[in-house]
């Protein structure tokens, strides 16, 4: 188009640790893995025992770059050694070996964390890339999907055999990764989130056995993975709701405003979402604050993408009070739903989800939009670009919206995602080139940390969280999994009973 298509590559970048202290008497983990494992050992050790289509290879194989791609490469785990299952089954036996030798695990599917806690992580590598199978029950109620599946070419899938379910708005990233931590996404509004439609669970446990977790068998546990997971075990498969897919189209609708319009933008967001009415098929947006010096020398401008679940005569009346903002430009469409993704720039093929860089990263839940805030970390980010542009440059201030109806309407209680009543999730995204100076890094959180600050401040009455599927492992337990004391300290005590030795440590550990 017109701006849209010179804005991807600014866009492109768009994605989306003080942890509480250690109950004295939890067992810790000490650091055993020895440098020197080898591919050839494991291979040598396991290989006879796994899957014929298992791969095991270490960093001077081809395969080793691609394997261990990071989106965001703030903080890289050493990986060893890649041991790419071929089936289900082989995550079992690679957490029984690796336990049996003292050596850490990790397990892998796109590498979109941005934790800080991934860099503690010194050992071998379960990537579950070949387990991507999708299998529909005969009464077309669930869907077996694998731990290695992505959201792009489940949504491709399902929707071509009449189906939907739900799944994160990038196409790139894992199914069973969002999930776990909780998984926000286009349909949540209409069915809840991605943990909300998780009916049971095939998980390795830390011991390395493989267990089905559902309400009646591990009961407890299905309510920990469901919010809390990456402390709890791999997931190897799940067993997801399926919906009928719906009207045949979506519609997408894209603005781009200079930075004057802010009052009214936000105005209008904030109507739009009212007090958690917002109209169920308004699915999702996404704002933006962006440079694009093309366009606006001096500030940044305001980027706004609206999903519309139907078609455009449906969606008009919606759209009503942001036309009436005079816009820069606006792009709008009518797609499938698997399309939808690629319409906000997050499509598999997109730059935004095949790019890697080190991404400096806050994040903050939201109930509505403090337009007050709004305008100083605009003002702030002004004042980057006079003063520090090549930070300004590749710096993304991210506005998330979702219909929030059947997020909201579930009991909290019910699972250990704690944040039901955010309707928004915002994140700052500093992206740097990979020799970047340390000024230029502590400068960039410098900023992150103000606009954070600035929009925890605009909410004075309720405590700061953070999704911790965008977390950058600098913050508390509890702004990860909730502030209601008893959230905590029934995940730790869940944690003592199915990793006591604290195996799954390295995501946002909640011990």
Not at 44 to 52: E, I, N, P, T
Not at 146 to 152: F, I
Not at 263 to 291: E, K, R, S
């Given at each position: 188009?017109?701006?849209?298509?010179?804005l991807?590559t600014?866009v492109?970048?768009?994605h989306?640790?003080?942890?509480?202290?250690?109950?004295?008497?939890y067992?810790?983990?000490?650091d055993r893995t020895?440098?020197?494992?080898?591919?050839?050992t494991?291979?040598r050790?396991?290989g006879?025992?796994?899957s014929?289509?298992t791969?095991?290879?270490?960093?001077?194989?081809?395969a080793?770059?691609?394997?261990t791609?990071r989106w965001?490469?703030?903080?890289?785990?050493?990986?060893h050694?890649?041991?790419?299952?071929?089936?289900e089954s082989d995550v079992?036996?690679?957490?029984?070996y690796?336990?049996?030798?003292?050596i850490?695990?990790?397990?892998?599917?796109t590498?979109?964390?941005?934790?800080?806690?991934?860099?503690?992580?010194?050992?071998v590598q379960i990537?579950l890339?070949k387990?991507d199978?999708v299998?529909?029950?005969?009464d077309?109620k669930?869907?077996?999907l694998?731990?290695?599946?992505?959201?792009?070419p489940?949504?491709?899938?399902l929707?071509?055999?009449?189906y939907?379910?739900?799944?994160?708005?990038?196409?790139?990233?894992g199914?069973a990764?969002?999930?776990?931590?909780?998984?926000?996404?286009?349909?949540?509004?209409i069915?809840?989130?991605?943990?909300?439609?998780?009916?049971?669970?095939n998980?390795?446990l830390?011991?390395?056995?493989?267990?089905?977790?559902?309400?009646?068998?591990h009961?407890?546990?299905?309510?920990?993975?469901?919010?809390?997971?990456h402390?709890?075990?791999?997931i190897?498969?799940?067993?997801?709701?399926?919906?009928?897919?719906?009207?045949?189209?979506?519609?997408y609708?894209?603005?781009?405003?200079?930075?004057?319009?802010?009052?009214?933008?936000?105005?209008?967001v904030?109507?739009?979402?009212?007090a958690?009415?917002?109209?169920i098929n308004?699915?999702?947006?996404?704002?933006?604050?962006?440079?694009?010096p093309?366009?606006?020398?001096?500030?940044p401008?305001?980027?706004?993408?609206f999903?519309?679940?139907g078609?455009?005569?449906?969606?008009?009346?919606?759209?009503?009070?942001?036309d009436?903002?005079?816009?820069?430009?606006?792009?709008s469409?009518?797609?499938?739903?698997?399309g939808?993704?690629?319409?906000?720039?997050?499509?598999?093929?997109d730059?935004?989800?095949?790019?890697?860089?080190?991404r400096?990263?806050?994040?903050?839940?939201?109930?509505?939009f403090?337009?007050?805030?709004?305008?100083?970390?605009?003002?702030?980010?002004?004042?980057?670009?006079?003063?520090q542009?090549?930070?300004?440059t590749s710096?993304?201030?991210?506005?998330e919206?979702?219909?929030?109806?059947a997020?909201?309407?579930?009991n909290?209680?019910?699972s250990?995602?704690?944040?039901r009543?955010d309707?928004h999730?915002t994140?700052?995204?500093?992206?740097?080139a990979?020799?970047?100076?340390?000024q230029d890094q502590?400068?960039m959180?410098?900023?992150?940390?103000?606009?954070?600050?600035?929009w925890?401040?605009?909410?004075?009455?309720?405590?700061?969280d953070s999704y911790?599927?965008y977390?950058n492992?600098f913050?508390?337990?509890?702004?990860w999994?909730?502030?209601?004391p008893?959230?905590?300290?029934?995940l730790?005590?869940?944690?003592?009973k199915?990793?006591?030795s604290?195996?799954?440590?390295?995501?946002?550990?909640?011990?």
């Amino acid at each position: 188009m017109k701006v849209w298509t010179g804005l991807a590559t600014s866009v492109a970048l768009f994605h989306s640790v003080a942890a509480g202290p250690l109950a004295s008497s939890y067992p810790q983990p000490r650091d055993r893995t020895s440098p020197d494992i080898s591919s050839a050992t494991i291979q040598r050790d396991l290989g006879g025992f796994l899957s014929a289509s298992t791969t095991i290879f270490g960093p001077s194989d081809p395969a080793y770059n691609n394997a261990t791609h990071r989106w965001d490469t703030f903080a890289v785990p050493k990986v060893h050694v890649v041991v790419e299952v071929g089936a289900e089954s082989d995550v079992s036996r690679v957490v029984k070996y690796c336990n049996k030798n003292g050596i850490d695990f990790l397990a892998y599917n796109t590498g979109h964390g941005s934790t800080a806690t991934l860099a503690k992580f010194n050992g071998v590598q379960i990537s579950l890339s070949k387990l991507d199978r999708v299998t529909i029950e005969p009464d077309g109620k669930s869907a077996w999907l694998q731990g290695g599946t992505r959201a792009g070419p489940v949504n491709t899938y399902l929707w071509d055999k009449g189906y939907v379910t739900t799944t994160g708005a990038c196409d790139c990233v894992g199914l069973a990764g969002a999930g776990l931590g909780g998984g926000h996404g286009r349909l949540e509004g209409i069915y809840g989130m991605i943990s909300d439609n998780m009916r049971q669970l095939n998980v390795v446990l830390a011991d390395g056995a493989a267990v089905r977790v559902n309400a009646t068998s591990h009961g407890d546990l299905y309510w920990a993975l469901r919010g809390a997971g990456h402390n709890f075990g791999i997931i190897t498969s799940i067993e997801m709701n399926l919906y009928p897919r719906g009207p045949s189209t979506w519609h997408y609708k894209n603005y781009l405003w200079k930075g004057d319009k802010l009052n009214d933008v936000f105005t209008a967001v904030n109507v739009l979402h009212g007090a958690g009415t917002t109209p169920i098929n308004m699915t999702n947006n996404n704002g933006i604050f962006l440079y694009v010096p093309s366009i606006d020398i001096k500030e940044p401008v305001i980027s706004w993408q609206f999903a519309f679940r139907g078609s455009a005569a449906d969606a008009a009346q919606y759209f009503t009070p942001f036309d009436a903002i005079a816009t820069v430009s606006t792009d709008s469409g009518d797609v499938p739903y698997p399309g939808i993704a690629h319409s906000q720039n997050v499509g598999l093929d997109d730059i935004s989800c095949s790019g890697s860089a080190e991404r400096l990263i806050t994040t903050t839940g939201l109930r509505l939009f403090n337009i007050t805030a709004e305008q100083q970390i605009f003002d702030s980010f002004t004042k980057r670009i006079a003063e520090q542009p090549s930070l300004a440059t590749s710096t993304f201030i991210i506005h998330e919206g979702y219909s929030t109806q059947a997020v909201e309407d579930k009991n909290p209680a019910n699972s250990a995602y704690p944040f039901r009543a955010d309707r928004h999730v915002t994140q700052f995204q500093g992206n740097l080139a990979s020799n970047a100076s340390k000024q230029d890094q502590d400068q960039m959180w410098k900023w992150a940390r103000e606009v954070q600050d600035l929009w925890n401040a605009g909410q004075p009455t309720r405590r700061p969280d953070s999704y911790v599927n965008y977390a950058n492992g600098f913050e508390t337990v509890q702004d990860w999994y909730g502030h209601e004391p008893w959230r905590v300290a029934k995940l730790r005590g869940l944690k003592a009973k199915y990793d006591p030795s604290n195996r799954f440590r390295f995501y946002n550990p909640v011990i």
